[in-house]
């Protein structure tokens, strides 16, 4: 009774539920075989009887019977007198096997077993969340705020499950109060110590792919295939969607009658404005539609193989001059996107524009680095006279340059006219 009553004080484990009752005997006997090593050298000759289920317990010593005076090992071994202390009639080559009781390993043992016990649970339970979770990595998972930090929010999940949402992982425009419940995808299941990490993210391109898949029967059932996604979180997404029935347009089901479909979608992305368009084999024409809403009067494609970046390559889109704003997009977003959807760097150009007295900024490599010329091209400014019509502040506005730079630039083009 006195080791029942020492196995039912473990209530840490013996109450836990998410222990099979396999495991359960397996971390108690390597628990008590520990002991049982620190007690008396070797657990080699103990037999360990668990019953989980009643939280009973019995540990044997089985010992060989000597003569009284030869025993070399006190625990592999016992005299012949002492022997007869259990039974009257043992003889020498018998084997004895004796009880020991939890309270023989002493109350420092005894502490000591208990935190071993308490550890290898909440090991095993940590293993056992890692797993899970492990499994889910990619898929949405819903859990509510517990906690807010300045750099991340702790959630916790129905079963008490501890998430974090890292402030990079946030969309911009996400606030939360405790309480809230958060959607996103399982980004990473990292163990860290003993204790399950798990990341969440809402801004993952994986997360907008499931949420289609939430959201549109077709796309979930495979009706509708996803054949890419590029996202600015909380700013704009692009997703190119097939079909193999050509009965289905795939654009249409999923926007849905006048955006019926898409608009839980974009609610839970903070409004984030998603353009889904047909996916084609046919690499202009995706370019194409990938920079809509700019309409394309013709392009040159230029493959590039083993790119560090892993690009396909580069191509030279060339436009109406009231089309550029619109393939390159606020803040350059448009463009940015499009060259992610397709794996292309794209290169937008005016088509037809270039009048007697205006010039190329390539013409300028010589005094002009190609890295500042990029920057005007990649907001639509490839001439010396577009970058001449634009004031300073527009300029500071809509590039990365500093305004030294652009002064001297703009001084380096006006000379070329003056002269």
Known sequence: MENLALIESFSEFKSDKSIDRVSLMAILEEVFRTALKRKFGSDDNFDIIINP?????EIWRNRIVVADGMSEDDNEEIELAEARKIEPDFEIGEDVSEEVKLMDLGRRSILALRQNLISKIQEHDSTNIFKHFKELEGDIYSAEVHHIRHNAIILLDDDGNE???????????????????????????????NKPSIILSRTSPVF???????????????????????????????????????????????????GSRI??????????NIDVINYTKNESLFIARALSPAKVVSMEIHPEEGREDGKKGRVDVFLLPEEVSKAIGRNGVNIRLASQLTGYDLDVQREGVIGEDDVELTEFGDEIEDWVIAEFKKIGLDTARSVLDKDLTELLKRTDLEEETIVEVQNILREEFED
């Open 163 to 193: 998430l974090i949402l890292p402030k990079s992982e946030q969309i911009r425009s996400d606030f939360f109060r405790k309480g809230d419940s958060v959607r996103g995808i399982i980004k990473s299941v990292e163990l860290r110590g």
């Open 263 to 272: 608009h839980g979608i974009v609610r839970e992305l903070g409004n984030e």
């Open 53 to 57: 289920d009643k939280g009973d317990l």
């Open 208 to 258: 907008l792919e499931k949420l289609f898949e939430q959201e549109i029967p077709e796309v979930f059932d495979g009706l509708i295939t996803i054949q890419g996604v590029a996202r600015i979180p909380g700013e704009k997404a692009k997703v190119a969607v097939d079909s193999y029935d050509d009965r289905i347009d795939p654009v249409g089901a999923c926007v849905g009658m006048k």
